[in-house]
C-alpha cells in the first residue's frame, strides 16, 4: 500500500542519502544547474543518488496508471513514486539499504552486476522506458507532483531478486556501464573529459561562439551514448551536454587559463604549470558534481590536500 505524502513534510527522506549539491531545473528543456541540497529541494527536476553511488533504484512509466504498474508487474511496493497530476506518468523510486557504488577505482563487479540485473528485469515487467538513466527524477518534495510512500525505504538486492523469477538471463555480458548503469557517469566523465580541450577552439567567439558550442557538445554526447548498448534518451544527453558546457565556457576561458598558468609559473616555473593545465578546472568540475575530495584526488592522481587547492581556487 503506497499513502499519499505532504511535501512539507521535513523527514519524509534521510538528507544524508541525497547529493550534496545535485543538478536540478525547473524546467528540463532549459538544462541543468548544480545546487546546493537546500536549493535544489524547491526545484521539481532533482538528481537523487549521489555521484557514482546507487541509492535509489529509479524508473519512469510513461501510462496514466503508472503508479499502480507495480502490482500489475507482481513487484513489492516503491519506496516512493512522484505521480504527474495531468497525466497519471509516474517514477517508481525503490531505495537500497545497501547503497552500490557504480563507478571508480573501487567498484567491484560483482554487485555491480547483480543490480544491473535487478534492475533490467524490474524494468521490464514495470513496462518502464528504456532509455532513462535515473540522472533526473521528479523531486519527491516538491508539491508540483502527487508522491505517494511505500512501506519500505530500503530493500536488500536479495529481497528485490526474490520477486524476479529468471533474474539470471539479465545478468549482462558486457560491463554494467554500458547497459544501464552507471550510463550517465560514463556519458558525463567522457563528455567533460572532451570538453576541457575542446572548449579553446570557441575561445572569444560571443554569443555565435556559444550557440556552435553547445552544439558541439550534444553532437559528442549523442555520439558517446550510441556506444552503449541501450542507450540514454536523447533529452538526458542533451542535459549532461548543455550542464558540461554550460561549466566549461564560464570557467576554463583563455583568460582563466592565462592566469592560472601565470601563478603557477610564479609558483613553480611555467614547465609544471603547463603539465597541471585544467587539473583545476577538472577538480572544480567534480567538485560541484559533489564528488569528495578523497575521490577527486584519486581521480586525478594527487593528494587529498592539493585536490583541495585546485577545487577552491578561484
Known amino acids: 500500500m503506497l499513502i499519499e505524502t505532504i511535501?512539507?513534510?521535513?523527514?519524509?527522506?534521510?538528507?544524508?542519502?541525497?547529493?550534496?549539491?545535485?543538478?536540478?531545473?525547473?524546467?528540463?528543456n532549459a538544462g541543468l544547474v548544480i545546487r546546493s541540497l537546500s536549493q535544489a529541494l524547491s526545484k521539481p527536476y532533482i538528481q537523487v543518488n549521489p555521484p557514482k553511488l546507487r541509492v535509489w533504484a529509479l524508473f519512469d512509466v510513461d501510462r496514466a496508471t503508472a503508479a499502480a504498474s507495480w502490482m500489475d508487474a507482481g513487484l513489492p511496493p516503491p519506496s516512493w513514486v512522484t505521480q504527474n497530476r495531468v497525466n497519471g506518468h509516474a517514477h517508481l523510486a525503490y531505495g537500497l539499504s545497501a547503497p552500490v557504488l557504480v563507478d571508480g577505482m573501487e567498484a567491484r563487479q560483482a554487485p555491480m552486476r547483480y543490480l544491473c540485473a535487478v534492475e533490467s528485469l524490474m524494468r521490464e515487467k514495470l513496462k518502464a522506458d528504456e532509455g532513462f538513466g535515473g540522472l533526473i527524477t521528479k523531486n519527491p518534495v516538491h508539491p508540483l507532483w502527487r508522491t505517494m510512500r511505500g512501506p519500505c525505504m530500503g530493500y536488500e538486492l536479495s529481497e528485490l531478486a526474490e520477486w524476479l523469477p529468471g533474474l539470471?538471463?539479465?545478468?549482462?555480458?558486457?560491463?554494467?556501464?554500458?547497459?544501464?548503469?552507471?550510463?550517465?557517469?560514463?556519458?558525463?566523465?567522457?563528455?567533460?573529459?572532451?570538453?576541457?580541450?575542446?572548449?579553446?577552439?570557441?575561445?572569444g567567439g560571443g554569443l555565435e561562439g556559444w550557440n556552435a558550442w553547445i552544439m558541439k557538445c550534444n553532437l559528442f554526447a549523442l555520439g558517446r551514448n550510441g556506444d552503449f548498448m541501450t542507450p540514454l534518451d536523447p533529452r538526458e544527453c542533451w542535459w549532461i551536454a548543455r550542464s558540461v558546457g554550460k561549466w566549461t565556457w564560464r570557467r576554463?576561458?583563455?583568460?582563466?587559463?592565462?592566469?592560472?598558468?601565470?601563478?603557477?609559473?610564479?609558483?613553480?616555473?611555467?614547465?609544471?604549470?603547463?603539465?597541471y593545465e585544467g587539473q583545476r578546472a577538472k577538480a572544480q568540475l567534480m567538485r560541484a558534481s559533489g564528488m569528495t575530495y578523497d575521490a577527486i584526488a584519486a581521480e586525478l592522481g594527487t593528494n587529498k590536500r592539493q585536490a583541495i587547492r585546485w577545487a577552491k581556487a578561484g
Request: some cysteine; overall charge positive.
Open 252 to 275: 576554463t576561458t583563455a583568460e582563466g587559463f592565462s592566469q592560472w598558468q601565470a601563478a603557477q609559473g610564479r609558483k613553480g616555473g611555467m614547465a609544471k604549470g603547463r603539465a
Open 7 to 28: 511535501p512539507e513534510q521535513p523527514d519524509l527522506f534521510a538528507l544524508d542519502r541525497w547529493p550534496r549539491r545535485p543538478y536540478c531545473s525547473d524546467d528540463l
Open 168 to 203: 539470471e538471463k539479465h545478468v549482462p555480458r558486457r560491463q554494467p556501464a554500458q547497459v544501464g548503469l552507471g550510463r550517465n557517469v560514463t556519458l558525463f566523465d567522457a563528455t567533460r573529459h572532451w570538453a576541457y580541450r575542446a572548449i579553446r577552439d570557441y575561445w
